[in-house]
């Protein structure tokens, strides 16, 4: 069965989640810099060497696609963040497929306004009780991925 990977970033962490049937995992990268471009710099590196080791041209992935935000320096973060993962699949040869942050939630969770508790709820239910243990960011990573599974399964690749 094809790997696939679901991924949720934010301007200090990259939650990456992997889906191989109905096994799973989930590592995330983080950085506690004051300095964006250290924290940029730092994600970069981590991120390119975990790409490099783990992943292959045949993986699936999907990437959350940076929602609107207020704050226009926050959002500008994030693109840049968003940025760096799609860069690092580019020089690998590895296909990146972004999904909207509704678009997930409505058709893993069942409702594209879902808040974190209905997220979490829904994801005990299809991956198990060892989801209580994840942060909030490594659950949407999970579902991104499952997101990407259900999309592949389903032939719309």
Same mark, same amino acid.
């Given at each position: 069965?094809?790997?696939?990977? *679901?991924?949720?970033?934010? &301007?200090?962490?990259?939650? @990456?989640?992997?889906?191989?049937?109905?096994?799973?995992?989930?590592?995330?990268?983080?950085?506690?810099?004051?300095?964006?471009?250290?924290?940029?710099?730092?994600?970069?590196?981590?991120?390119?060497?975990?790409?490099?080791?783990?992943? &292959?041209?045949?993986?699936?992935?999907? @990437?959350?696609?940076?929602?609107?935000?207020? +704050?226009?320096?926050?959002?500008?973060?994030?693109?840049?963040?968003?940025?760096?993962?799609?860069?690092?699949?580019? $020089? $690998?040869? @590895? #296909?990146?497929? &972004?999904? +909207?942050?509704?678009?997930?939630?409505?058709?893993?969770? *069942?409702?594209?306004?879902?808040?974190?508790?209905?997220?979490?709820?829904?994801?005990?239910?299809?991956? *198990?009780?060892?989801?209580?243990?994840?942060?909030? #960011?490594? @659950?949407?990573?999970?579902?991104?991925?499952?997101?990407?599974?259900?999309?592949?399964?389903?032939?719309?690749?």
């Amino acid at each position: 069965m094809k790997r696939v990977y *679901g991924i949720d970033v934010s &301007t200090s962490k990259i939650a @990456i989640a992997r889906l191989e049937g109905d096994e799973f995992d989930v590592i995330e990268f983080r950085t506690r810099s004051r300095s964006w471009e250290t924290r940029l710099a730092q994600l970069y590196k981590e991120f390119f060497a975990y790409v490099e080791k783990e992943l &292959t041209p045949d993986d699936f992935v999907c @990437i959350e696609d940076i929602p609107m935000v207020q +704050n226009r320096q926050g959002l500008i973060k994030l693109v840049h963040a968003l940025a760096l993962c799609r860069m690092v699949f580019f $020089h $690998h040869d @590895i #296909d990146c497929f &972004t999904v +909207n942050v509704g678009t997930w939630k409505k058709d893993v969770v *069942g409702d594209g306004r879902a808040d974190k508790d209905k997220i979490k709820m829904m994801a005990l239910q299809i991956f *198990g009780k060892g989801v209580g243990r994840l942060s909030q #960011d490594s @659950i949407d990573a999970l579902c991104i991925a499952k997101w990407g599974q259900l999309r592949f399964i389903s032939g719309m690749k």
